[in-house]
């Protein structure tokens, strides 16, 4: 009886180890990721753990860092690899614009100073403008130089019906002139000094003029100079080669300093020149 009563209780046993046991293996518990853990990630990515919208998971990836730019994530591109852009998971606030103030304080009310026009500037002349030898149909002696204002180029008169062409640029809107003068000074790497009415319109423009500037590259007369009569006008060059063919100055006549330096050599002092 009892070793009947003891087989009984070492079945019940059994039983009841394999239920347990069955148990133990039948769900795992779930794995809680401390925030501690977590915070490191959010922060590479430039935001507070508290102010990220959902849960981010550390991940075993070998990309690269994210830069966060506050609108895409731009990761930088390995080598031999394009870069690959992202929609950003945290927008940036607003940045405040910067106010850039002059040297002078507060210049909001000056007005900016006539520069040249904003646009993508010639890396080369245009064609028509290069020096070139052309028929032209004239009364002017050889030797004459005859300005045509309106086609941007300037005739040196030759031989035989023929004419040295060159590009120029011309007096803007309200400096336009037309006449006949002589030239009667050359200078090479003229000094520049602007006139008191230019001054005083550049001025009221928060544009102030030098009231004199040595010859050299970065004087807007250029390489050569020949003054007409006893006008403030003359035939000069420019460090400005961009504005050839247009109607920018104050009345004079521009040219490359590779072109009135030829023109310079060709030309003495006396020679007519008729601007139309």
């Known amino acids: 009886m009892k070793a009947k009563l003891l087989l009984a209780l070492g079945l019940a046993a059994l039983f009841s180890s394999s239920a347990m046991a069955d148990d133990r293996y039948r769900e795992r518990p779930p794995i809680v990721v401390s925030p501690d853990l977590a915070a490191p990630w959010l922060m590479q990515l430039g935001a507070q753990p508290q102010a990220r919208q959902r849960q981010v998971q550390p991940q075993r990836s070998m990309k690269p860092q994210a830069v966060v730019t506050g609108q895409r994530n731009y990761y930088p591109a390995a080598p031999n690899r394009p ?12 940045r405040t614009p910067v106010v850039r103030r002059g040297i002078f304080g507060d210049n909001s009310q000056v007005q900016q100073a006539a520069v040249r026009p904003n646009r993508a500037v010639r890396s080369q002349i245009e064609p028509q403008f290069l020096p070139q030898m052309v028929a032209y149909d004239t009364k002017e002696r050889p030797g004459t130089i005859v300005i045509d204002t309106n086609n941007r180029f300037l005739y040196l008169v030759m031989e035989n019906g023929q004419a040295k062409r060159y590009g120029v640029g011309v007096g ?8 006949e003068h002589k030239v009667t000074r050359k200078a090479e790497w003229p000094s520049w000094v602007p006139p008191q009415e230019m001054i005083a319109r550049e001025a009221a423009k928060g544009h102030y003029l030098p009231a004199r500037m040595d010859g050299g590259p970065e004087n807007p007369l250029g390489a050569r100079a020949m003054y007409l009569g ?17 109607a920018v100055s104050s009345g004079c006549i521009r040219m490359r300093n590779e072109d009135v330096t030829d023109l310079y050599g060709l030309v003495e002092i006396g020679t007519r020149v008729i601007v139309i």
């Open 83 to 94: 870069g690959v852009a992202r929609q950003a998971d945290v927008q940036q606030p607003a």
């Open 230 to 246: 006893s006008t403030l006008y003359r035939i000069h060059g420019t460090n400005a080669p961009w504005t050839i063919g247009s």
């Open 172 to 179: 803007k809107p309200g400096f336009e002139w037309a006449g």
